[in-house]
């Protein structure tokens, strides 16, 4: 059974994990739960709504035309998303659930008069913008002057976490489909170089999880 919404954002508010001003916001907005694979944010609608995660996380993607897909990024608990709509232009991206999700929704009103008294608020903000343009712009540069296998290399990297026994496991069990919309090539060529990496002795899949054993080879 799934614990009551009020619960769990009572529990984030006195996380003191949490960042404080987030944990001063979420009550002043209104907290809902959402099954895995509900679409939070469409692209091009309008919008003036923040959304905080307080647990699960989402996806922020786009797709084209022929409905290939490029992931800029995972949100989890502690983070939030839709900040860049509040200047009432529209939705840069796509957002869905990749687990149940429960999200506390703060209007552009609120959130203008909750910077009003705490303008500190403002310049979290603003570094969460240029984080996410300084990740665009890598992104945007590494599809058009890094191979396919330099774009996955260093997503397999910055997703894994090192371990005692000096290896790095990516905790996330991540598809090879998920990967290629992050590298933004296909899933086939995933499966095809992740193997040629476990053959080699660089990568090894345990329990869905992949576990980088030595350092990546520069090329492949």
Known sequence: MQPPINALTH???NDPVQSQLLRELVPLGESRRYRKGTVLIHESDPGDTLFVVVEGRVKVYCTDDFDKEITFGVIGPGDY????????????????????????????????AFIGLHPEFALDLLS?????ARMATNSA????????????????????????????????????????????CSREMVS????????????HIEK???ILVQPLPARW
Do not use: W
């Not at 095809?192 to 476990?198: A, S």
């Open 141 to 184: 540069r590494n599809l058009a002057f890094v191979d396919v296998y330099g774009r996955l290399s260093q997503c397999l990297q910055n997703l894994a976490t090192p371990q005692p026994d000096g290896t790095q496991r990516i905790t996330e069990r991540i598809t090879h489909q998920e990967i290629a919309s992050r590298t933004g």
């Open 11 to 13: 529990a984030f508010c």
């Open 128 to 132: 969460k913008v240029i984080r996410r």
């Open 192 to 203: 095809r170089i992740l193997k040629d990496l476990e053959n080699g002795g660089y990568v």
């Open 208 to 210: 869905r999880q992949i």
């Open 81 to 112: 998303f839709g900040e860049m709509s509040l200047d009432g232009g529209p939705r840069s991206a796509n957002v869905v659930t990749l687990e149940p999700t429960v999200c506390t929704l703060l209007t552009r009103t609120t959130l203008l």
